[in-house]
């Protein structure tokens, strides 16, 4: 939160990427190489994913343990995903411990995604525990989809569940991704009219490839526009050229969305720090950091 009003004094476009803990052995040492590569771009926070299977709460999967290092070793400020569907009373609290204990102060409060024949444990929603959490101290942010939640058909319903993220004391917001800018400035308009105040920064992630994009698509519901079907289509047989296509994509949609004054912009850089890079590199040329 004190991001985006520090960069708004500045008339600067906060910029922030996303990581994942790497996967397999030694993840600490490769996610700290990830940290390394992302730390040359810039941003005013690196975010760091959790599973919302296993403890559920954000202690998992080295989510801790990475939001650290990022703080300790590259001296920027780390936002830890905190997933509740599959967590107890209990596993929170002990994951609020382990934060503390870490000196992570901000947090994305989420549902997270049960695995199938799960039921969810003490905490259904996201609305449930960002309480919990603003009670302990930390920032909060949460999710917000522009297009709408994949389980929520009704627009009006999905608004309704946002605002009600920020009633119960959501700081700020991080999208879903999108790939049609239009679709998030009706979203910014509606949100506003409703009375949603904190900031709600744009989460853009690049295509690099056929199936990761469908596999995105079907998760999360976000539609494809015609302009990345054709260069889909295009570039069918050459995933370099795919890939530096979907990575321009993204830039543009960044610039788009820093002219038109959003309060952030978000990138889920996949692990990849060239897409940091070429993002930051964007914005910069642009004029907006
Ligand atoms: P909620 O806000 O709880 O909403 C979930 C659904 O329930 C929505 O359809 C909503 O409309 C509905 N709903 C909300 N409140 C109520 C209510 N009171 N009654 C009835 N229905 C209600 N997943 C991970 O596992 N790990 C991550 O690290 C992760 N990071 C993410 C980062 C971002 C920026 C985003 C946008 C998503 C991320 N996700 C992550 C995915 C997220 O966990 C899923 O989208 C999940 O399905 C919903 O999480 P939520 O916090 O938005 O849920």
Do not use: W
């Not at 009003?5 to 996303?18: D, G, H, L, N």
């Not at 730390?39 to 709460?57: E, H, K, Y």
């Amino acid at each position: 939160a004190q991001v985006f009003e520090e960069q708004r004094r500045e008339k600067r476009t906060p910029f922030s990427v996303e990581m994942f803990p790497p996967k397999g052995q030694l993840t600490l040492d490769a996610a700290r190489e990830v940290v390394e590569g992302l730390r040359a771009a810039s941003p005013d926070f690196i975010s760091v994913t959790c599973s919302a299977g296993g403890s559920g709460n954000g202690s998992g999967g080295q989510t801790v343990a990475i939001a650290e290092l990022i703080q300790d070793e590259a001296a920027i400020p780390a936002v830890a995903h905190f997933t509740c569907v599959s967590a107890t009373r209990d596993s929170v609290n002990q994951a609020i411990s382990d934060l503390r204990t870490a000196g992570v102060r901000t947090v994305l409060a989420l549902r997270g995604d049960l695995v199938e024949g799960q039921e969810p444990a003490d905490f259904p929603y996201a609305c449930e525990l960002i309480p919990l959490l603003k009670d302990a101290g930390f920032c909060v942010g949460a999710a917000a989809y522009p297009e709408g939640h994949i389980d929520c058909l009704d627009p009006r319903e999905n608004l309704r569940h946002l605002k009600a993220k920020q009633e119960v004391g959501a700081d700020f917001f991080i999208t879903q991704l999108f790939f049609n800018n239009d679709d998030f400035y009706r979203f910014r308009d509606d949100a506003a009219a409703v009375g949603v105040t904190a900031p709600i920064t744009c989460g853009i992630m690049p295509f690099l490839g056929k199936s990761q994009i469908q596999r995105m698509v079907f998760l999360c519901g976000s539609s494809l526009p015609a302009p990345i079907i054709k260069l889909l289509a295009k570039y069918e047989d050459d995933p370099a050229s795919l890939r530096q296509a979907g990575i321009e994509y993204a830039c543009n949609q960044l610039v788009d969305l820093g002219r038109q004054g959003v309060d952030g912009l978000h990138v889920y850089a996949m692990n990849q720090p060239d897409i940091a890079h070429a993002a930051a590199g964007a914005i910069a040329a642009a004029g907006l950091r």
